[in-house]
């Protein structure tokens, strides 16, 4: 029997929650073949099996593509030009280097991120860390159904309201149970199209706006910020790490046969994950490239650029630009339908391994899912009926920002932790360097939010009750976050004097 066969029975017979059962995994061919001698051999690249493995990165990356980073990118593109396309492009990187981490624990291990933070951690801080990635999740899957409304509302011309347009958003609960029926590939195949939708649409929109080449590529290689841009700068880094994405890439490796008992065969899948990975967010990039610079070359320097967000985006696109063959409205409306709906699907996605894995709930896939989307649908129906202008909607649009800011600690240092621990990853551990650069990236994007946080409170927070009230969470926010390095630091030294101590046996 395969050894992915002896781990699933052994998880049944223990009743644990497994991400994908056996017979939904996509089988790679070779898994089955070669001797145990090779067990250490990395088997050489083939484009057949890359193919094969080519899907979860995809899927990863519509969390880089959805309503929320659109409109950072507009708003940027507005405010500042083309003068944040460099940060956009490290900031992608960073997004990327995270979430080749969060496969390398998925891989390594077998279970995904949710599942281990259940095992190491005690009841009290799992539950608190549960709360934070739901919170988050129902945070983006808000942002991500407005999307979507916004844009079924624009290309109905108006007569499908808002709130009408979050419910029929809601059906993707639906769409998604169907798709799944029919196994991963399909799955993945439904999402390269939808990404396919977004890129064509947006790619269109760089067409007919035509942003200066030269000004585009002095905005990629030369840094420039100032004090005018420096909040776009920080939104642009904020939103590119979604907490629960980190969650979904770790259970999404596990689609895949791989032969853990065999070290060569994880390398082997680590080097596909990482190629596909990069793919994925190269072509994220790209995207999010063309919006940025259509809007750069709109409305930069103009008295509406501050003034410009997700409802009304589509609409001065056509004041500026006309209709021509095919209205740029519908346009910019069919590319932010497509990033909506395929993120939401996500989300529900995400929702299922968060909750299972935290909780070590045995429930039908089908349950889980609409349990995940009524905690999304329910709070997104109340805000489309409360905040109906504009201006309403982008004050919600930041709060949210701020919401997803403020729980990313809780995804990124507990993957540090564990995919730094040689009993959780074994040989695949990540190496000093690599861990000291993991580190300096995860601090500098908490120092980001941080900034971004302290921007935001002190312009909001008014009156000395909201201000206390502002200050107890802060401090048990902090405690939490200090709590949760303390670990991870405690963890390493202890590691580091155990292996003094043994060499030290050793030579005497």
């Known amino acids: 029997m395969p050894a992915d066969d002896h781990e699933a029975e052994r998880l049944l017979l223990d009743g644990e929650e497994t991400a994908y059962e056996p017979t939904e995994k996509v089988h790679i061919i070779g898994v089955d073949d070669g001797d145990d001698a090779d067990w250490g051999k990395t088997p050489p690249f083939s484009w057949k099996k890359l193919w094969l493995f080519t899907g979860p990165g995809f899927l990863m990356s519509i969390a880089f593509l959805d309503p929320g980073n659109l409109e950072s990118d507009l708003q940027a593109g507005a405010i500042a030009g083309y003068s944040l396309l460099w940060l956009l492009l490290w900031a992608t990187a960073m997004g990327l280097l995270v979430q080749l981490l969060a496969a390398r624990v998925g891989v390594a291990t077998g279970r995904h991120l949710a599942e281990l933070c259940r095992e190491e951690y005690p009841r009290w801080a799992r539950l608190l860390l549960w709360s934070m990635a739901e919170l988050a999740l129902i945070g983006s899957d808000i942002q991500e159904v407005i999307g979507s409304a916004i844009a079924i509302t624009i290309l109905s011309n108006g007569h499908i309201p808002l709130w009408a347009g979050v419910v029929i958003t809601a059906s993707d609960c639906f769409i998604f149970l169907f798709l799944e029926n029919y196994g991963v590939r ?23 706006t035509k942003p200066s080449g030269l000004q585009l590529l002095l905005g990629i290689l030369v840094p420039k910020l100032s004090s005018k841009t420096i909040q776009k700068a920080v939104a642009v880094v904020g939103c590119i790490i979604m907490p629960h994405n980190v969650f979904l890439h770790s259970a999404l490796v596990q689609s895949r046969e791989i032969d853990r008992t065999k070290i060569g065969r994880v390398r082997e899948a680590l080097n596909y994950y990482s190629i596909e990975s990069t793919a994925a967010l190269v072509v994220s990039f790209i995207i999010n490239l063309f919006v940025t610079a259509v809007f750069a070359k709109a409305f930069y320097g103009t008295d509406i650029a501050s003034s410009i967000g997700l409802v009304n985006a589509g609409q001065y696109l056509q004041d500026e630009y006309g209709g021509g063959l095919f209205p740029i409205l519908y346009i910019w409306a069919i590319g932010l339908l497509a990033a909506g709906q395929s993120s939401t699907i996500t989300g529900t996605y995400a929702g299922q391994f968060i909750m299972g894995g935290f909780l070590d709930l045995r429930l039908k896939k089908w349950v889980r899912a609409l349990i995940t989307r009524s905690c999304a649908i329910i709070p997104a129906i109340v805000v489309a009926v409360a905040f109906e202008s504009e201006d309403t909607l982008d004050d919600l649009n930041e709060w949210l920002n701020v919401l997803q800011s403020v729980q990313i600690p809780f995804a990124l240092i507990p993957l540090l932790y564990l995919v730094s621990k040689e009993e959780v990853m ?24 941080g900034y971004l946080l302290m921007e935001f409170f002190s312009s909001e927070i008014h009156g000395w009750l909201s201000g206390c009230v502002v200050l107890a969470f802060t401090a048990a926010y902090v405690a939490f976050v200090i709590y949760l390095v303390s670990r991870a630091i405690s963890f390493s030294n202890c590691l580091g004097f155990l292996r003094i101590n043994n060499f030290t046996s050793t030579e005497t």
């Open 186 to 208: 399909k799955l993945e195949a439904v999402f390269a199209l939808l990404i396919a939708t977004m890129a064509v649409s947006f790619a269109w929109m760089f067409g007919e």
């Open 426 to 449: 074994g040989v695949f551990k990540i190496g000093p360097v690599l861990k000291m650069v993991s580190w300096l990236v995860a601090a500098l994007v908490m120092a980001i939010n």
